[in-house]
């Protein structure tokens, strides 16, 4: 069935880090990508998306690509800030059945000064 | 815009009472909705979905059960809660004109 696997973590870094959270997917066809990013006590946020093999999504220094070859969408930013803290959850949204999304287990990232 | 509300923020039960969380979607007709749990150090496991008024597709066996009486609303509810049934729930809509999925606050449970 399809599914999303992420990085365990807590993920701790220092402020101005290089991040990245690994998340490779298991669909049947092309599946629609996302991560979504969570603040203590809140819903979800949309953090950025990518439709289509080799799209790369961005947004608020935040980076992922769409990578067919190795069925992955590894999150990445080149330096973190404090205000990063959250949970980040990898997701997918199938072609074959566009009402389900599947999500990850989240990954925490606390970044510290 | 779309807009999504869900209530209450937190909830504190006795363990065998009953429950009803509800979430309504404003600003979009025929949404896809969806009610998620996230347990404490948890990832999200989806409970319900609903395509459309009456129709309800249930993912997972287990004490709850949800209704969508009107085209933007849709009730998560239990006959009787258990300490098992404490979590965040989660509301979420979509619709085919949109990839993604817009979430709610979230209610947080604490079954006691």
């Known amino acids: 069935g399809d599914s999303v696997t992420q990085m365990e973590g807590p993920v701790t870094l220092s402020e101005e880090a290089f991040l990245t959270i690994n998340c490779t997917y298991t669909?049947?066809?092309?599946?629609?990508l996302f991560w979504y990013v969570q603040y203590p006590g809140e819903g979800l946020q949309l953090l950025l998306k990518a439709t289509k093999a080799d799209d790369k999504g961005s947004n608020k220094g935040f980076e992922a690509t769409y990578r067919k070859e190795t069925t992955s969408f590894h999150l990445e930013k080149g330096s973190v800030q404090v205000s990063d803290s959250a949970v980040y959850f990898c997701a997918l949204r199938t072609r074959y059945n566009f009402n389900k999304f599947y999500f990850g287990s989240g990954t925490k990232l606390n970044v510290k000064p | 815009s779309q807009t999504i509300h869900q209530w209450p923020a937190t909830l504190v039960q006795p363990v065998g009472s009953p429950l009803s969380l509800e979430c309504t979607v404003e600003g979009t007709s025929n949404p896809n909705l969806y009610w998620y749990r996230q347990a404490a150090g948890r990832g999200l496991q989806l409970l319900f979905y609903?395509?459309?008024?009456?129709?309800i597709s249930s993912e997972v066996p287990q004490n709850l059960s949800a209704s969508r009486p009107q085209d933007r609303q849709f009730i998560l509810s239990s006959k009787k809660l258990l300490l098992s049934d404490s979590g965040f729930y989660l509301c979420a809509w979509s619709s085919a004109g949109n990839t993604e999925a817009f979430f709610g606050q979230g209610t947080r449970l604490t079954v006691v």
């Open positions: 609903s395509v459309g008024i009456g129709q």
């Open positions: 669909a049947t066809g092309y599946p629609s």
